[in-house]
């Protein structure tokens, strides 16, 4: 059974920074692509950052200079180091797992993030 457990989420005042974890089990951690993601309220979820196996990175536009993606493949979990935080950036964050052959597609259940003085 697959499980993404988030967890790191919370309240912080504008500037500050908060580091998120999701640790998975039941997949093979180093052959899938990670990812963040978040939901704002009544917005579509949105991509945050993505790490391959191999570690190359990709942001949203919104998030590059703030936000670092980084993995640990030993202890099969994927972290989410944001700074600088904005209010804009209250979210709930999903961890995602994919990859493409055979396709598969994971998600963990969220953690939320509020941004707010």
């Known amino acids: 059974q697959v499980q993404l457990v988030e967890s790191g989420g919370g309240l912080v005042q504008p500037g500050g920074s908060l580091r998120l974890s999701c640790a998975a089990s039941g997949i093979i951690f180093n052959m899938y692509t990670m990812g963040w993601y978040r939901q704002a309220p009544g917005k579509q979820r949105e991509l945050v950052a993505t790490?391959?196996?191999?570690?190359?990175?990709n942001y949203e536009d919104s998030v590059k200079g703030r936000f670092t993606i980084s993995r640990d493949n030993a202890k099969n979990t994927v972290y989410l180091q944001m700074n600088s935080l904005k209010p804009e950036d209250t979210a709930v964050y999903h961890c995602n797992s994919k990859r493409f052959i055979p396709v598969r597609d994971y998600w963990g259940q969220g953690t939320q993030v509020t941004v707010s003085s």
């Open positions: 790490i391959t196996s191999s570690g190359s990175t």
